[in-house]
Structure formats: structure tokens, C-alpha cells
């Protein structure tokens, strides 16, 4: 016999309850990741993609339970420039770590530098402003 709970005149199936609001295969759960790989695939569509390593390495981590509930996370865990992208940056200077000099191209003519000035990066918040679509 399942366990079971009684209040008053309403018996509760705990483990039919469990499985339909704790389970990540039950309709809570399925619901949930519906969710959540909807705003993946928007996100993936909004965010820069000079290399598209951000891009790919978005996703949609495994279920997770707290005493609050089922929950999902949406992100990058790989990628370290990720906050950066999706937060903006201040203007920062940019010293180089394995070597003396740095070298890039800029428009057609080979520069090197010791340190350069990076104006900041605007915002792109990929993640939050797409998080409507899990309503």
C-alpha cells in the first residue's frame, strides 16, 4: 500500500504527489524544462557571436530540488567572459600576461602595445531579458 496522508476527508498519495511536483519527468518538471529551453533558444539568438564559443556554450543545466522547489539554470558555466557580455564592463586597461608586448591589426597596420585602454562593454542581457518567454 502506498503511503499515504489523511487531512479531514482528503487522502494525499505522497508518492503520486511527489512525482508530479518533484519529478523531473513528471509535468511539473517537463513544464519546467519547456521553459527553459525557451529561453535558451532565445537567448542563444540575441547574444554576440564574433566566435560564437558563447553562443555555443549556453545551456540548460539538469533538474535541481531545494526546499523551495524544482528549479533549472540557464547559463554558461565553460565560458569566463560570459558575466562580462551579459553584466557590460567599465572602461579598464588591458596589460598583457604571458608575454612583454601585445600584437593585434587595426585597421590594416600591425600594432604592438604594453597596456591599451578598453573603452568598456556595453551590456547584452541575453539571459534576463528573455526570461518573460517562462511565463
Given at each position: 500500500?502506498?503511503?499515504?496522508?489523511?487531512?479531514?476527508?482528503?487522502?494525499?498519495?505522497?508518492?503520486?504527489?511527489?512525482?508530479?511536483?518533484?519529478?523531473?519527468?513528471?509535468?511539473?518538471?517537463?513544464?519546467?524544462?519547456?521553459?527553459?529551453?525557451k529561453?535558451?533558444?532565445?537567448?542563444?539568438?540575441?547574444?554576440?557571436?564574433?566566435?560564437?564559443?558563447?553562443?555555443?556554450?549556453?545551456?540548460?543545466?539538469?533538474?535541481?530540488?531545494?526546499?523551495?522547489?524544482?528549479?533549472?539554470?540557464?547559463g554558461?558555466?565553460?565560458?569566463?567572459?560570459?558575466?562580462?557580455?551579459?553584466?557590460?564592463?567599465?572602461?579598464?586597461?588591458?596589460?598583457?600576461?604571458?608575454?612583454?608586448?601585445?600584437?593585434?591589426?587595426?585597421?590594416?597596420?600591425?600594432?604592438?602595445?604594453?597596456?591599451?585602454?578598453?573603452?568598456?562593454?556595453?551590456?547584452?542581457?541575453?539571459l534576463?531579458?528573455?526570461?518573460?518567454?517562462?511565463?
Amino acid at each position: 500500500m502506498a503511503p499515504t496522508a489523511k487531512f479531514g476527508k482528503i487522502i494525499w498519495n505522497e508518492p503520486a504527489l511527489d512525482y508530479l511536483l518533484k519529478s523531473p519527468v513528471g509535468p511539473v518538471g517537463r513544464d519546467l524544462s519547456k521553459r527553459g529551453n525557451k529561453v535558451l533558444a532565445a537567448a542563444r539568438i540575441q547574444v554576440g557571436v564574433n566566435t560564437e564559443n558563447l553562443k555555443k556554450s549556453l545551456k540548460v543545466t539538469a533538474h535541481n530540488r531545494s526546499v523551495r522547489g524544482q528549479f533549472i539554470k540557464v547559463g554558461s558555466t565553460t565560458v569566463k567572459y560570459a558575466l562580462a557580455h551579459h553584466e557590460g564592463t567599465r572602461p579598464h586597461i588591458i596589460t598583457p600576461k604571458r608575454a612583454q608586448v601585445m600584437v593585434f591589426e587595426s585597421k590594416g597596420s600591425v600594432i604592438y602595445a604594453t597596456r591599451v585602454k578598453h573603452p568598456g562593454t556595453k551590456a547584452n542581457r541575453y539571459l534576463s531579458d528573455n526570461l518573460y518567454l517562462a511565463l
